[in-house]
């Protein structure tokens, strides 16, 4: 009877537990194939093939960056960081306008140089001698003549928006096209702040030009002319690294005395 019962399976033994058997799966191992990068969009070679280049190809490398180049030029994202200033910074480069022997300007501008001023100064230039100008030629007129009928000319606010929109934004590109000729490291958006900025003292003036008395007219205007003058002319000499700029710098001075004049002659006569 012993030899019976040890000779059962314990499997089928009345409360035992079956053995554990702890079997070994294989896993299959997967190869991750190799990356291949690859540039979008589609590059479309000379010869009209289609697909994507990847980057180690050196066939139209160069095509490729001068397209985005040129695509930057006319995306408005790329000029968001020109317009990443608060008011205080704008306050700030406004008033160092009016201090002309300063000289320093480059220098304040040169981590973060903006175009908010340029244009906000210039779009405020315009509608203050448009409408300044409007009015010192009324009271011009009533000084003289009393019973002369005077209406406002809306020709003045056109000419205004072609003369300092045009000065502000081409001189600063024909003075950077032509340090570039000679040689000097120049920077259009620095420029077009500069420029931009030494517009402010005419805002401040024009107000004064309302008075209807000539010789103080004459007086104001030069007086603005010329530290508006100073301070181009002086923050160009401080920021061009050449020797040969002397007739640059009295050029500058020249065309900004001629913009202070034009200004008092068209529209405060």
Known sequence: ????????????????????????????????????????????????????????????????????????????????QYFNV?????????????HP?????????????????????STTLVFVIAALGNCATYLTKKKSNSSTIWSFDVGYLNVAAGSIYGYAFLVPVAFYFLLQYLGSNASLVRFWCLWGNSL???????????????????????????????????????????TDINLVIVASFVLQMGLALFIKIWFFP
């Open 101 to 121: 022997i300063g000289g320093d300007f480059f220098s304040k501008i040169d981590a973060n140089p903006d175009l908010y001023g340029f244009i906000w100064t």
């Open 86 to 98: 608060d008011t205080d910074v704008v306050l700030n480069r406004l008033i160092s306008s009016l």
């Open 200 to 242: 402010f003292i005419f805002i401040l003036s024009s107000v004064l030009l309302i008075i209807p008395v000539e010789f103080l007219r004459w007086l104001i205007i030069v007086l603005a002319g010329g530290a508006s003058a100073c301070f181009i002319a002086l923050n160009l000499r401080s920021y061009i690294q050449s």
């Open 1 to 80: 009877m012993d030899e019976s019962e040890n000779n059962l399976p314990t499997s089928h033994l009345l409360g035992s537990v079956p053995a554990v058997v702890k079997e070994e799966k294989s896993i299959p191992i997967y190869e991750v194939p190799e990356a291949n990068l690859q540039i979008f969009p589609p590059n479309n070679g000379a010869n009209g093939a289609q697909g994507y280049q990847t980057p180690g190809s050196p066939s139209g490398d160069g095509q490729l960056q001068s397209e985005s180049k040129w695509k930057g030029v006319f995306s408005i994202s790329s000029y968001a």
